[in-house]
């Protein structure tokens, strides 16, 4: 059987940015920039994704062209006989461990459009949003069933195939998105107070860059949010022949996913400080800000409405490129069928969802690194180690497996001057920053 294809270089385009834009840019940036003191994170993670993460891009996507197979095959691929593979299973893991954590939160969307469809979440419920989201998620079946829901629909989707199932639901819902929280900005910026969460974002306190934790952090959520590091990105370009350019459309996908991140950012931190609310509440931040936004604005519960069902769209378009890598790695090595390879691989992934969901129930005190519930751990582990690990592997590969000439022509910069700058940038700039930053992590620098 001959492997699919995208039906055109706009097909992958959407799907990529598909990938990259989702709850990463506006769930999970908000809680880590808050985490970390905002302006200072923000900096430090812009300039990461200059620096680092837009050039591995490129670098993965290449390879995945190039080979024309999975996250593990493409290493086996083009590097036969050599332990490289290996780093093709950590990616594997990572998508396992990812989409655990992913598919709980885009449940609690689902959840959240549901409510402005009955019109509950129209107006505050009488203990607070803050108290109504607590309730919901510590509950023990009740999320379940949104994350059932939720990973239903990312099957079905995989199960359709990458082509028919994958490009055509972007055009729609990523501009829609993008609109609805341009306006929404606006709003959050005309909030008594907001200003403070302008400058809370936007003007770095500089003593927080003496705080090692937040140079991993700002690392996390640049490969998170650009899908980077565990081969969702190299089985996406994969599926894409070699007659399109590469490097114009990697600039293009790390633009628009910086741009979701920021505009999240202008909604959720001056509503943040206009209402109270502690900027560090970690995870729960925006599903505690939106409601308290759209409550304050005209025709609120409709805005609502439309907001979580864009979302969880951005989340079905970033859940269906995690599923995939598993996916196409089980079908090559077992010859399983799609259908099957993405139902099995779904439900296990379903079941590790169970465990991050009770982590806010009957398993809150369960802190399996530091103070980290079940999800934030995974998510640590994920985000903050694995990705960052199955990047710098891929620069190494590109970067000195290969020959420049082959680096140069794998990515489409064969003659081209920003060609050198990208290759001195994968050979050594990335993968020395990333050493670096681990090791200033593990408190060794
Ligand atoms: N980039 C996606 C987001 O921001 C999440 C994701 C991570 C997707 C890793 C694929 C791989 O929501
Ligand atoms: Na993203």
Request: glycine content about 12%; overall charge neutral; hydrophobic content about 55%.
């Amino acid at each position: 059987m001959s492997r699919e294809k995208w039906g055109t270089k706009l097909g992958f385009m959407l799907a990529a940015m598909g990938s990259a834009v989702g709850l990463g840019n506006i769930w999970r940036f908000s809680f880590v920039a808050g985490n970390n003191g905002g302006g200072a994170f923000l900096l430090l993670y812009l300039l990461f994704v200059i620096l680092i993460a837009v050039p591995l891009l490129l670098t993965e996507v290449s390879i995945g062209r190039r080979a024309q197979s999975d996250v593990v095959g493409s290493y086996k691929k083009l590097a036969p006989g050599t332990p490289w593979f290996l780093s093709g299973f950590f990616g594997v893991f990572s998508a396992f461990l990812i989409l655990g954590f992913y598919c709980v939160v885009a449940g609690w969307s689902i959840y959240y459009f549901w409510n402005y469809l009955t019109g509950y979440f129209s107006t505050q419920p009488e203990a607070g949003y803050g108290a109504a989201f607590g309730e919901f998620t510590s509950h023990s079946w009740q999320p379940l069933f949104w994350v059932a829901l939720f990973m239903t629909l990312t099957i079905i989707i995989v199960v359709s195939g990458v082509k028919k199932g994958i490009e055509s639901a972007n055009k729609i819902f990523m501009p829609l998105l993008a609109i609805i929280l341009i306006i929404l900005a606006f709003y959050s910026l005309s909030f008594e107070g907001a200003s403070e969460g302008v400058r809370f974002l936007f003007s770095p306190d500089w003593s927080a860059f003496s705080d090692p934790g937040i140079y991993i952090a700002a690392l996390g959520q640049a490969f998170f949010s650009l899908s980077l590091g565990m081969g969702a990105m190299l089985t996406y370009g994969s599926y894409l022949s070699n007659d399109h350019k590469l490097p114009g459309a990697t600039i293009g996908i790390g633009l628009m996913d910086s741009f979701f991140a920021i505009i999240s950012g202008i909604v959720i931190f001056p509503a943040v400080f206009a209402f109270g609310i502690d900027p560090a509440s970690g995870p729960p931040l925006v599903f505690i800000t939106l409601p308290t936004i759209f409550e304050q604005i005209p025709f609120g519960g409709i805005v609502g409405l439309v907001f979580f069902f864009a979302l969880v769209l951005a989340a079905l378009s970033s859940s269906i490129s995690i599923l995939e890598v598993p996916t196409a790695y089980f079908m090559r090595i077992f010859n399983w069928s799609r259908r099957f390879s993405s139902i099995l691989t779904g439900a296990i992934m379903f079941v590790l969802g169970i465990i991050v969901s009770l982590g806010f129930g009957i398993w809150a005190g369960v802190t399996p690194i530091g103070e980290n519930n079940i999800l934030d751990s995974m998510d640590y582990i994920a985000s903050n180690v694995l990705l960052p690990l199955g990047g710098l592997s891929m620069a190494l590969f590109v970067g000195w497996y290969f020959t420049k000439e082959q680096a140069l022509d794998a990515t489409d910069f064969t003659g081209s001057r920003v060609g050198n700058v990208w290759y001195v940038i994968i050979k050594f700039v990335a993968p020395i920053s990333i050493l670096l930053i681990f090791l200033n992590a593990l408190g060794i620098l």
